[in-house]
């Protein structure tokens, strides 16, 4: 197993423009969280999905929405992209929702906003 | 809110010397407490989890509730000790959102 995957690798958009992350968790894993990491910071959780719901969210503008399909896999959608938006987004999956469930990350999608 | 210190961004040590990377919190509740690192060019993963108990690489953390610190400790440092390590922190019934600390880069030096 390759473990989390995350496309694409690295994004330039530019302010205003829409973008679209993609993560795949481990085999078997059912719940996903997105967490944005700025430079020189730790990893804020932005949602979580359990069972294709949103199970939690956190302190992000509506411009940040996310949903999770059949297969578990997820998409992170930012509209209206600003500059502060630059970041590691990086995608985590976990077996359950929660319950001492250890959370796997992966190598993260970095997004540039010019 | 819940909230996560760690008040170093850099520590620097000696290969063989004791490591202590600091982490305080702030919650009323009970907390879950964890320990990630992130090695260069790879991926943030698990250290430990207070609730394991366990010593992992040689490093090991102990929940001090009194003084809401979860620091993580290795008696002897190891130059492929050197990574960012992150402290977190889970909320009892709080799905897995993890609160994270800024990190500290531990750098361990020959």
């Known amino acids: 197993d390759a473990g989390v995957t995350q496309s694409p690798t690295h994004l330039i958009k530019t302010r205003g423009q829409h973008v679209t992350l993609r993560c795949s968790p481990i085999?078997?894993?059912?719940?996903v969280s997105w967490y944005q990491q700025v430079l020189g910071q730790g990893p804020q959780f932005i949602f979580q999905?359990?069972?294709?719901?949103?199970?939690g969210r956190g302190n992000f503008p509506d411009r940040f929405s996310a949903r999770q399909f059949p297969n578990y896999s997820s998409e992170l959608n930012v509209n209206a992209l600003l500059l502060g938006d630059s970041a590691l987004y990086l995608c985590?999956?976990?077996?359950?929702?929660?319950?001492?469930?250890?959370?796997?990350f992966g190598p993260g999608t970095r997004l540039t906003v010019l | 809110a819940q909230r996560v210190t760690q008040p170093e961004k850099l520590l620097s040590v000696f290969k063989g010397a004791p490591v202590e990377l600091k982490c305080n919190y702030s919650?009323?509740?009970?907390?879950?407490l964890f320990w990630y690192v992130q090695y260069s060019r790879q991926r943030l993963q698990l250290l430990l989890r207070?609730?394991s108990r366990e010593s992992i690489k040689g490093f090991t953390a102990d929940l001090n509730k009194g003084e809401t610190s979860f620091h993580l400790k290795k008696p002897f440092a190891q130059e492929e000790d050197s990574a960012m390590y992150y402290c977190?922190?889970?909320?009892?019934?709080?799905?897995?959102?993890?609160?994270f600390g800024t990190g500290t880069q531990l750098k361990v030096e020959l």
């Open positions: 985590a999956s976990s077996l359950v929702f929660s319950g001492g469930d250890t959370q796997y």
């Open positions: 085999s078997g894993h059912k719940s």
């Open positions: 999905y359990y069972e294709k719901e949103e199970r």
């Open positions: 919650y009323s509740g009970s907390p879950e």
């Open positions: 207070h609730i």
């Open positions: 977190a922190l889970r909320l009892t019934g709080g799905g897995n959102k993890l609160t």
